[in-house]
């Protein structure tokens, strides 16, 4: 039985019932309003504010005191939102007043953009003690951040565990389960009975967060099995650890991708899961509230990246940081467009002779563009779902095909019969239907291949198949178009 | 001290341990890539198994109990995740196959429209019996898509109690916390110490899901605070609950919303806080996974309403109902992208004489939508965040316009450049330049007023402001380069 690496120290848990006081979410946000309004008041005065110049103006200062009151009052994760939304100088202000004790907190908690310029606006002893209160894990996830002297001085002050645990997690990817693994952690012996492993948790002044399990290891630290807590409490004190522990769990590899740690913890219900090496040794544990960020942050990426953003953006962002976040897109978008603005200029002694084939023509790769996207979400999303298999894809494609056709038979019409009425020639009605519903069949057909193709390419399919299919609907709806109009029409 | 509502009983809860014998993400999904094999060999015989008449073919036969361990071994979440998966026929094989006391929890976790198509295939007393284990709040999640009368039977079956959470349950809406509260929890009083709580809770067979803390409750059940695990492990046996619990607690109402509660877990990382009633007596608790649950699907909602879907779709849904599930967004998008063509229509004469426009004209729109989204999605999250308040919106517009203008003059000037070379006519690079810069300046404004417009309406930013958004920058990209070109080039 034995404190696994790091032994649990209060100090640098934080600890989760203190979080509890924060009662009401409404409460809150009358809190970040009245913030936001007392950072505009005060933002004239940044600089003697910076200076640590006392505020003359009675008010003003009333006012800094009430702001100061506020924050004090804030979880680093509220502390955190509220940084986000300010511009550069009023989030100095708060940044200023935030509780050092918090800085370690905080910094974990906003976005990247946020946390590069925060770490600007710090000097080293300032930031030595904001990552001083940090576990190793921590520290790793903040070490990328921050200037190379600060993380060799903070590594000083750590024994020789602990800077190998950062070493440990610095060594994995971002997206690996290794570089946000906990190493805090309680293990026993399966020899013992659960009276004693009461009486050895007392010994503790508190435990990890999150502790529903403990882990069950041998002298070598091979994972046995869990003890969950829900089991201990109910056991007789007499049973023996091995008689009630659950013997085959859920357990991940530092190798394994994160997604696919949260997936099975969403899909299990887990609350803890413990990480161990090739021999199954015990290394670490991986947490619900890790697991959530995972989720959330999967969930964005793939809106930013549907949205044509490359990343999280901070919200007051310099303009040109912007701009250097939006360009790629942009820039592919321009692309895409110019080619289809190509097709089109194929096709300019027809528009010349049938002026109304340039007001008609938006409609045709616009339905393909829709329709394309809404078979490309389902693909996508299955597969993310692991339920996209060899013979899958086929039985899609014809499913996919069939409601394209279907909507391009109603559709098309309801266009046809329309521009027939609008520009009195039967003619340009039927190619309206031909070319959507042919349109509608394309889309479908390529909403299906795109993303089966860019997996067995081992590529990501959700990035960059929407901008992939509306380029081939919008160039191929004009085609289309424009292609049998010149041979029907003309 | 007293159990709190319904007693934990072995039978009724899912024991999180016997889940934990699913090792390897890895193993798992051969076991579903094998299962689509089988299913496919077995679908030609759907009606003999149906029938329960027994296989004559013994490699068939083979393949069939082939497919029945594999099932057997799954946790009911991979069965959800299988049968989603299928199309029709070899749903039902692999739904006459699942273990009937899995069906309620089966039945639970897949999703809405496979959920009414299993159900459909079951008669009474299969329902009954998928039913007949599940807690009050489960039985209440599925009571909306199950027939009446396996409802009004299900109920007789159990006492006053449950019934009344039952109903409780069902009175609230799908986006309430009252919804998806669960009654099982433990509760006791201030006024004994952690022995004897320990000693209380050996008495339990087992202890709910996910108990990471016991509610304290006075003589009405008014919630007075929570005894954290972690704090009762480590506490001295003879301290007093009312000095070791917290106080103050995050706590929710039943008519709370449940993403808002979903964000207080995210940012205050809970796994599970108590519900209260008007009275502060406490009505039921939620947990992290439903919250997980919601995270989860609220951000697949945003992706398919982004991708124009309404609901979730069946993959294998009939043709019929896919189109019905898409109609909607492409009729609106129709109706958008008429209106752009009679923008179009209206400059015919112009077209007429510089067919060099029609080709031209769609590279303005696009730039303007792609460039619109990109607004809209920075302006929708910090709403999503709760970073927008008052003054916020004034000064994002200020940058995204700031943003506009920096894209407008670059691309612009490309795209500028690059007609006057392909069309050796130097005014038609500058209409370029400048219907780029305004399209790309109307793209910001739009893209930050009309989710501040919709928040004020009360109505949901998200929510078809990707569709509205593309509609101006169609439109007005059409009007202002058509409308330049018409001033200045004719």
């Known amino acids: 039985m034995s404190i696994e690496q790091t032994p649990p120290n209060r100090d640098n848990t934080p600890d989760n019932d203190v979080v509890e006081d924060r009662i009401s979410d409404d409460r809150i946000s009358d809190d970040i309003d009245r913030i936001h309004a007392l950072c505009e008041i005060l933002e004239p005065s940044f600089e003697q504010i910076e200076a640590g110049v006392p505020i003359e103006d009675e008010s003003l200062r009333d006012k800094f005191t009430e702001l100061t009151v506020l924050l004090a009052e804030l979880h680093p994760a509220d502390v955190a939102a509220v940084?986000?939304?300010?511009?550069?100088?009023?989030?100095?202000?708060?940044?200023?007043?935030?509780?050092?004790?918090?800085?370690?907190?905080?910094?974990?908690?906003?976005?990247?953009?946020?946390?590069?310029?925060?770490?600007?606006?710090?000097?080293?002893?300032?930031?030595?003690?904001?990552?001083?209160?940090?576990?190793?894990?921590?520290?790793?996830?903040?070490?990328?951040?921050?200037?190379?002297?600060?993380?060799?001085?903070?590594?000083?002050?750590?024994?020789?565990?602990?800077?190998?645990?950062?070493?440990?997690?610095?060594?994995?990817?971002?997206?690996?389960?290794?570089?946000?693994?906990?190493?805090?952690?309680?293990?026993?012996?399966?020899?013992?009975?659960?009276?004693?492993?009461?009486?050895?948790?007392?010994?503790?002044?508190?435990?990890?967060?999150?502790?529903?399990?403990?882990?069950?290891?041998?002298?070598?630290?091979?994972?046995?099995?869990?003890?969950?807590?829900?089991?201990?409490?109910?056991?007789?004190?007499?049973?023996?650890?091995?008689?009630?522990?659950?013997?085959?769990?859920?357990?991940?590899?530092?190798?394994?991708?994160?997604?696919?740690?949260?997936?099975?913890?969403?899909?299990?219900?887990?609350?803890?899961?413990?990480?161990?090496?090739?021999?199954?040794?015990?290394?670490?544990?991986?947490?619900?509230?890790?697991?959530?960020?995972?989720?959330?942050?999967?969930?964005?990426?793939?809106?930013?990246?549907?949205?044509?953003?490359?990343?999280?953006?901070?919200?007051?962002?310099?303009?040109?940081?912007?701009?250097?976040?939006?360009?790629?897109?942009?820039?592919?978008?321009?692309?895409?467009?110019?080619?289809?603005?190509?097709?089109?200029?194929?096709?300019?002694?027809?528009?010349?002779?049938?002026?109304?084939?340039?007001?008609?023509?938006?409609?045709?790769?616009?339905?393909?563009?829709n329709s394309g996207n809404q078979t490309i979400t389902m693909i996508v999303r299955a597969m993310a779902m692991g339920q996209m298999t060899g013979t899958q894809a086929g039985r899609l494609l014809k499913k996919e095909v069939g409601v394209a056709l279907v909507n391009g038979i109603i559709w098309g019409t309801v266009m046809g019969v329309i521009s027939w009425l609008l520009y009195g020639n039967i003619g340009i009605g039927l190619v309206m239907v031909a070319a959507m519903t042919l349109n509608l069949l394309l889309a479908a057909t390529v909403g299906v291949l795109i993303p089966v193709m860019m997996d067995k390419a081992g590529r990501d399919p959700a990035l960059g198949s929407s901008v992939l299919i509306t380029a081939v609907t919008d160039s191929g709806g004009f085609l289309i178009f424009l292609g049998l109009a010149t041979i029907f029409l003309l």
């Open 83 to 369: 940084l986000e939304s300010l511009p550069p100088r009023e989030r100095n202000i708060v940044w200023l007043l935030v509780a050092p004790e918090d800085d370690g907190e905080v910094l974990l908690e906003v976005s990247d953009s946020v946390r590069e310029m925060l770490i600007e606006s710090m000097d080293k002893d300032e930031l030595l003690a904001a990552v001083d209160d940090l576990d190793a894990d921590e520290l790793a996830e903040l070490a990328d951040d921050l200037p190379h002297q600060v993380v060799y001085e903070a590594l000083q002050t750590r024994d020789e565990e602990e800077r190998e645990q950062v070493k440990a997690a610095m060594s994995y990817e971002d997206n690996q389960v290794g570089a946000i693994m906990d190493f805090e952690l309680v293990s026993i012996r399966a020899d013992v009975t659960c009276e004693v492993v009461l009486r050895y948790l007392r010994r503790f002044d508190s435990l990890p967060d999150h502790t529903d399990k403990i882990f069950v290891v041998d002298e070598n630290d091979v994972l046995q099995g869990v003890l969950p807590i829900r089991k201990l409490l109910v056991a007789d004190p007499e049973d023996m650890v091995a008689d009630v522990m659950a013997t085959e769990v859920v357990r991940f590899r530092p190798e394994d991708d994160v997604e696919e740690a949260a997936q099975a913890f969403e899909r299990y219900d887990l609350v803890t899961a413990p990480v161990v090496d090739e021999n199954k040794k015990l290394i670490g544990r991986i947490t619900i509230d890790e697991m959530v960020d995972v989720i959330r942050e999967e969930s964005e990426a793939d809106m930013l990246n549907m949205a044509g953003l490359q990343e999280e953006e901070d919200l007051f962002a310099p303009v040109w940081d912007s701009v250097k976040n939006r360009w790629m897109w942009l820039a592919i978008n321009l692309c895409t467009a110019f080619i289809a603005s190509r097709v089109i200029g194929a096709f300019e002694g027809s528009i010349e002779k049938i002026v109304a084939l340039a007001a008609l023509m938006p409609i045709v790769a616009g339905i393909g563009g």
